[in-house]
């Protein structure tokens, strides 16, 4: 069911590797061209404008954008109670990790009189997206909301789109896990028009103003992702997120049943959404198929997860040694990456570029996605390489604090002075010197 891509004996460099590996193309340049009017348009007319293409994307127009309290305590009243107990359990292991996270400040003695600090200190107002289209999210809820708080965040406001079928709310489950995060501050707003409303800020329909925010954080459509792209400099933000990845680095060892189930977890997510197994194993990979065909034509979202299967962006890569497979996943940089091979652990240990990692075979992406108490809003499109998923420190900014006393300045100005010269920046040096007119020396 899965394209092949046979590497046998012949890994290509880097370089060359991630361009023949499955990857979905997202043109987020384009999109930003198609949501420019949008985010210019809420710049120029705030709230109005921002309920104008609500009306026009989401076909339901809310009275107001922020939503009532009231209405966050009645879909908690009225939340599943197993629902409830499966989101507080999530909450928990989330807080637990995410605990551990927060740093210390730290100050060095640099010289004698001379100490830099390094303080690290919350971002003050953050706006964070839970999507609201092919599906539900509040487990996005969470992932977003639990590492704002422990980072210290003050003032928290949470954006999702309106619902026909809710009233012009969103979804009743993303407002009950607001309910349960203590969140209390909800706008029903969705897309490139969120993100715009979370930069500048307005006026709701009832006269409230609705503060602007230094950072959005959370994943969303190529439309949000574009006006992330667009308006960043004037807000903060976390990535730019692409469809959802998984890839499997699975050996002979593999079960077929959980590497197929896994794949199609992922490719439940969209139609874009990548599902890669990279194996040394060919008999595992025909397995594989052939789980994935009666899987697919049995699941919920059959239509939906054929498609992202049989897509460019998903396929089978077969190498000839785990350590071949380790370039190859390395090289690709997934957003979720499984282990499941011989000795998982030490497999795992090896591996430098991924947003998550997943070891053995008890360990399913799903697990992360909800209860493993790890963050799932992680680096998409190879952007593992280089960057961190959503964290504590996503929403702390290290502040360096400089005291010097005088004779410590004294001790280091001739070097200061050298260093100005050498650039050319002569007043650099005298605004030392000035500080010692008997002489710095």
Not at 191 to 219: K, S
Not at 357 to 377: E, K, T
Not at 388 to 403: P, R, T
Request: include cysteine; aromatic fraction near 4%; hydrophobic fraction near 45%.
């Amino acid at each position: 069911m899965l394209n092949r891509t046979d590497l046998r004996g012949r890994v290509p460099a880097p370089g060359q590797l991630r361009a023949v590996l499955p990857r979905a193309e997202v043109d987020v340049d384009a999109a930003v061209h198609q949501v420019r009017p949008v985010v210019e348009a809420v710049r120029d007319r705030g709230v109005e404008a921002a309920l104008e293409y609500t009306e026009r994307f989401d076909k339901i127009r809310p009275t107001s954008v922020r939503v009532p309290a009231a209405e966050l305590k009645r879909a908690l009243a009225e939340l599943d109670p197993a629902v409830r107990e499966a989101v507080e359990e999530s909450i928990a292991r989330a807080r637990v990790v995410h605990a551990d996270q927060r740093r210390e400040d730290v100050t060095t003695r640099v010289a004698e009189g001379g100490t830099v600090t390094e303080r690290w200190v919350p971002v003050g107002r953050v706006g964070l997206y839970a999507p609201g289209g092919l599906a539900v999210y509040p487990s996005s809820v969470v992932m977003n909301v639990v590492p704002a708080q422990a980072a210290g965040v003050g003032s928290l406001v949470l954006c999702s789109p309106p619902q026909a079928e809710f009233r012009g709310l969103p979804h009743p489950t993303i407002l009950a896990a607001a309910a349960l995060l203590g969140v209390d501050e909800v706008w029903a707003v969705g897309g490139a028009q969120a993100v715009a409303l979370l930069a500048y800020g307005g006026t709701d329909t009832d006269g409230a103003v609705l503060d602007p925010v230094d950072m959005v954080t959370g994943p969303g459509n190529i439309y949000l992702t574009a006006a992330k792209r667009m308006l960043r400099g004037i807000i903060g933000i976390d990535s730019e997120a692409g469809p959802t990845e998984i890839a499997i680095l699975a050996d002979e060892t593999a079960d077929p049943v959980h590497v197929a189930a896994d794949l199609i977890s992922q490719a439940e997510h969209d139609t874009l959404a990548a599902s890669v197994l990279v194996t040394t194993s060919p008999a595992l990979a025909d397995a594989v198929d052939a789980e994935l065909a009666r899987r697919v034509a049995a699941t919920k979202h059959s239509e939906r997860v054929g498609e992202a299967l049989r897509g460019k962006q998903s396929g089978t890569v077969l190498v000839s040694t785990v350590d071949d497979g380790l370039a190859v996943v390395d090289a690709y940089a997934a957003e979720h990456l499984e282990i499941q091979t011989a000795d998982a652990a030490g497999v795992a240990a090896r591996v430098r570029n991924a947003g998550a990692i997943f070891v053995g075979p008890y360990a399913p992406v799903s697990l992360g996605d909800y209860c493993a108490g790890s963050n799932h809003v992680l680096p998409t499109g190879g952007f593992a390489r280089h960057s961190s998923g959503l964290s504590v420190q996503s929403f702390l900014k290290g502040i360096h604090v400089i005291d010097y006393s005088a004779d410590a300045l004294r001790e280091v100005a001739g070097k200061v002075v050298a260093l100005a010269n050498a650039e050319d920046l002569p007043a650099h040096g005298e605004a030392v010197t000035a500080r010692f007119p008997e002489g710095a020396a």
